[in-house]
């Protein structure tokens, strides 16, 4: 697969900015990324990534602070939106992958590639984009969560499983219409319109409990890991039912875990784990939110 041309803009990356906006030390910043790191495509992306779901639309709060302060970036200066006020551009959007697969995004979440999210320059955090590919018209529905890209000519840095829907991985990079989806559209559920029947699934089970959505984890196939990494280890059991109960607990309590979970199947054993990270110290972060959420004891595992 052709790897996305826009990584090898060096400055129009998200470079996951959470050090810079929001005091976290993790995350590269323009000044420290290396230009030989090379971002692109998994090596084994997942068979059925076209038809994940979109992100499903809810309504959060929008804070003053955090990514959502005032912040420079190589000398230009942004002020995000703060308000919950409509928001319609057209330009340049590309993608970003495995270079930030487990790395702390603006929000301070960690970054999946497998996830259908977005950074924006500007608009709040966390809000909600429809985004449209002006070639092809097909669209998705995205969270934005990290801030970027930092090139003039990009408008929008999308995650590469929204970029695999989009059809736009091969090329880098595509025209598109971004449209924010205010707190109204949200409610009187207008995204709808185009939504995929997996969405409209989604968005159903969202509605019905508006103040805490249901995430429902799909059934994890066992597999032995083909990516190399840090994984968080929650779990390794010899019966698949006791695992897939906690891959359920886990959807529920942990839900920005959710695309980085999967049950692999070794040593006669079910293991429940997340990730892969980029770092160990990446994976320690994930295991103590773990730890603290679940009551779990998890463990840090490297495959080489």
Not at 199 to 211: K, L
Not at 266 to 285: C, F, H, W
């Amino acid at each position: 697969m052709q790897r996305s041309t826009a990584p090898l803009l060096k400055w129009g990356l998200s470079l996951c900015l959470a050090a810079l906006l929001s005091g976290c030390a993790s995350g590269p910043s323009p000044q420290t990324a290396s230009p030989s790191q090379s971002d692109g495509a998994p090596a084994e992306p997942p068979a059925d990534l076209a038809a994940q779901p979109d992100a499903v639309p809810r309504v959060e709060p929008i804070h003053k602070g955090g990514p959502n302060k005032p912040y420079e970036v190589l000398g230009q200066s942004y002020e995000p939106v703060v308000e919950d006020v409509p928001w319609h551009e057209r330009g340049l959007g590309s993608w970003y992958g495995r270079k930030f697969h487990g790395r702390r995004t603006a929000s301070g979440e960690l970054f999946s590639m497998y996830g259908m999210t977005a950074a924006h320059r500007t608009l709040p955090i966390p809000s909600y984009a429809q985004v449209r590919h002006v070639q092809s018209g097909k669209s998705v529905i995205v969270r934005i969560n990290d801030r970027g890209p930092f090139h003039a000519s990009r408008v929008i840095d999308l995650s590469y499983a929204a970029a695999v829907k989009l059809g736009m991985v091969s090329s880098g990079s595509a025209q598109v219409e971004v449209t924010r989806l205010t707190f109204d559209d949200i409610r009187r559920g207008v995204w709808q319109t185009h939504a995929s029947p997996a969405m409209a699934v989604a968005a159903e089970t969202a509605r019905a409990v508006p103040s805490a959505p249901q995430v429902t984890a799909k059934p994890a196939h066992a597999y032995t890991p083909a990516q190399r990494g840090f994984y968080v280890q929650l779990a390794a059991l010899r019966q698949r039912e006791g695992v897939d109960r906690l891959q359920q607990r886990v959807s529920t309590e942990l839900a920005d875990l959710l695309p980085m979970l999967a049950v692999f199947h070794e040593a006669s054993l079910y293991k429940l784990k997340v990730g892969p990270y980029a770092t160990r110290e990446d994976a320690m972060q994930a295991a103590a939110q773990a730890r603290e959420a679940l009551q779990l004891t998890p463990i840090v595992v490297e495959r080489r």
